[in-house]
């Protein structure tokens, strides 16, 4: 599971009509079988989250739109857009409520179909912006209701910055952990359509130290089956970033006396995490993706162990193998996924470099490049680079000046065959670009492309793509 910090400032306007929640031939009932198949046909759909989406004429409020699987893969013709303002969603679209800016999947409530977990840390809630999540539930026709959880602590937190789901208990149902400006929130399931819960705990992560967590993101790292997840933070005791390891168990996640720095890692203000066993030898290990680390950015790896995270290592565009060499504006690691991309049986990483000058002084065009695992683990060797000078990719590399190519990616296998495909945003162009998968990792023959009105957010090019890992 991916999870991404970032701060967009784009705005994108939605057109007035909504598009419905059914899809035109609603999928036969099956039970779900990826945690992204939210019509429970058997196949994976695409959740993307826009922040910056205007909706009912409230700026920023937010949305999110569904793009749905069919055998061939992403039917990109295909597709739903849902807000605050939809019908069986609770609560209303309000200007700066953020609404998507952040996406997970998961089968909440484990009816067969996949539900999509969606932040709205601008959510007012009654007395002051403390945010909210909210579980937007699958159905054989779609996106059936919305329903809403907000701060378990009644203050003006901006809670829900970023999310994990997992069964960090061992109970069967999936929990949810939230970060928010103070604490680390262990949200207990079953969630219901109802809009119930169980017990929300602070875990106070670092025992009254003054940190400031940003990012958590969850996964099994030590072997035992459990879900574990990360919480990523800035720690001023150190005056520096650190890791925080919660190990899942039955009395709910134990947080060891583990506090694993990251280095040179700089600000954490777009930056992304993911867990994935790069080396296959059982453990999940951390991927961290930050962009303003050192000179360019930097991807710094965790090796999983029984314990939690040892070590450190740091892959940048200097690193042997990797395409491209440091440059200070670079963003490397601005948004990072995680996915066997050729077929191998190993995890590979995509890594958003929205920064990368392409070509003569063009400003943050951006790029992707992919890592391989291993057996050694993620490494630069046969890594690749896709950017508007790969063939095939829609754009001309001598004119795509500021579009921030790659500031979101995912890897994922829509159409079934080992090898996942690469889906890249290009935020100030407005795009969405999509790249099919071969036995030799993405390639841009044969990839298309969908523009922010094709995709029904209006017609202004900037949106704050958040796509759901």
Not at 67 to 77: P, S, V
Not at 258 to 263: A, I, R, Y
Request: aromatic share 8%; net charge negative; with cysteine.
């Amino acid at each position: 599971m991916r999870k991404r910090f970032c701060v967009v400032a784009a705005a994108v306007l939605m057109t007035s009509g909504m598009t419905s929640f059914a899809l035109t031939t609603p999928a036969a009932a099956a039970a779900a079988k990826y945690a992204d198949d939210f019509n429970g046909d058997g196949y994976r759909d695409l959740a993307l989250g826009d922040r910056t989406a205007t909706a009912g004429g409230k700026k920023k409020a937010g949305a999110v739109v569904i793009i749905w699987g069919t055998a061939q893969g992403l039917n990109r013709a295909q597709r739903t857009v849902v807000t605050q303002n939809s019908a069986g969603v609770e609560g209303a679209a309000e200007t700066g409520d953020s609404f998507g800016a952040k996406v997970t999947t998961a089968d909440m409530n484990k009816d067969g179909y996949a539900d999509i977990v969606v932040t709205s840390p601008g959510e007012d809630t009654g007395s002051g912006n403390r945010g909210t999540f909210t579980i937007l539930w699958g159905a054989k026709a779609g996106i059936s209701a919305g329903s809403s959880y907000a701060t378990p602590s009644g203050r003006e937190v901006g809670f829900a910055q970023d999310i994990a789901v997992g069964d960090f208990d061992t109970d069967g149902r999936l929990d949810v952990a939230a970060v928010d400006d103070e604490y680390v929130w262990f949200v207990r399931g079953a969630f219901t359509k109802a809009g119930a819960r169980g017990k929300a705990t602070n875990l106070d992560p670092i025992d009254g130290e003054d940190i400031n967590p940003q990012m958590v993101v969850a996964g099994k790292v030590t072997k035992d089956g459990t879900a574990d997840f990360a919480v990523i933070g800035w720690d001023a005791g150190t005056n520096g970033n650190r890791v925080w390891f919660y190990r899942g168990s039955s009395t709910g996640p134990v947080r060891p006396p583990q506090k694993t720095g990251l280095p040179a890692s700089g600000e954490l203000s777009g930056s992304a995490a993911v867990i994935a066993d790069f080396d296959k030898n059982g453990y999940g290990d951390l991927a961290v993706g930050v962009s303003r680390s050192g000179k360019g950015g930097a991807v710094h790896v965790l090796k999983g162990t029984s314990t939690g995270f040892s070590g450190a290592k740091s892959l940048s565009q200097d690193s042997a193998g990797v395409p491209g060499g440091r440059e200070s504006v670079d963003y490397f690691g601005y948004d990072i996924s995680a996915a066997d991309s050729n077929g191998d049986g190993y995890p590979d990483l995509a890594v958003g470099i929205p920064g990368e000058v392409i070509g003569d002084n063009l400003f943050r065009t951006g790029a992707v490049t992919v890592l391989r695992g291993g057996t050694s683990g993620l490494t630069g060797a046969g890594s690749r680079q896709y950017d508007y000078a790969t063939a095939g990719v829609e754009g001309d590399p001598a004119e795509e000046n500021d579009t921030w190519f790659g500031a979101s990616v995912l890897l994922r296998d829509y159409n079934r065959d080992g090898q996942a495909e690469l889906t890249v945003a290009a935020w100030d162009a407005g795009r969405l670009h999509f790249l099919p998968g071969t036995k030799t990792g993405p390639t841009g023959t044969g990839s298309a492309l969908r523009t922010v009105p094709e995709l029904g957010l209006g017609n202004r090019a900037s949106f704050g793509a958040a796509l759901a890992d």
